[in-house]
């Protein structure tokens, strides 16, 4: 008779995004202050990631990483250098995020880019899908070319 194997060890899933919300700031702060990507990655599946960056332009870029499929666009060092480059250029002092919601696997996170006078300089909108196993799959930011912070938009008046 074959022996049955352990079924899954099922995870809340809430937690596992909450958990990696958390860990998103220190990791990306790391990732460009001391050039150690391994907390950044490792929030991450390890095989392809589908990952949609818009600019501050408005072009979009679509992309895969990947250090184990060689179908991916990028590796992960050439992804975190690429995206971290502007960032030691503008007074970089660290990135702060938060959870904004919720759904299934899938979490919009508001993040922002302070500067060493610790002022928020850049905010944008990510969401992040993540497998059952609490892995980041997919990563979209979406970043509004006509608003540097979406706090600014508390502050503008709506014309008729």
């Known amino acids: 008779m074959a022996e049955e194997s352990a079924p899954a060890e099922k995870i809340d899933l809430s937690q596992a995004v909450t958990d990696a919300v958390a860990k998103w700031g220190p990791a990306v702060t790391k990732a ?8 950044f990655k490792a929030l991450f599946a390890p095989y392809l990631v589908e990952v949609v960056i ?84 997919a990563y979209e930011a979406f970043t509004d070319p006509g608003v540097n912070a979406v706090s600014e938009l508390a502050g503008q008046s709506v014309t008729e």
Not at 32 to 39: A, F, L, M, P, W
Not at 85 to 92: S, T
Not at 105 to 121: D, H, S, T, V
Request: with cysteine.
């Open 54 to 137: 818009q600019g501050g332009d408005g072009n979009e870029a679509c992309f895969t990483i990947s250090d184990e499929n060689k179908e991916a666009t990028l590796d992960w060092k050439t992804f975190v250098d690429m995206a971290t480059a502007d960032l030691k250029e503008q007074d970089f002092l660290k990135t702060e995020c938060q959870c904004i919601g919720l759904l299934g696997p899938r979490c919009i996170m508001e993040q922002g880019r302070f500067n060493n006078a610790k002022e928020l300089y850049h905010e944008n909108i990510a969401v992040l899908t993540f497998n059952d196993k609490g892995q980041i799959v």
């Open 32 to 39: 460009v202050k001391e050039g150690d990507i391994s907390d």
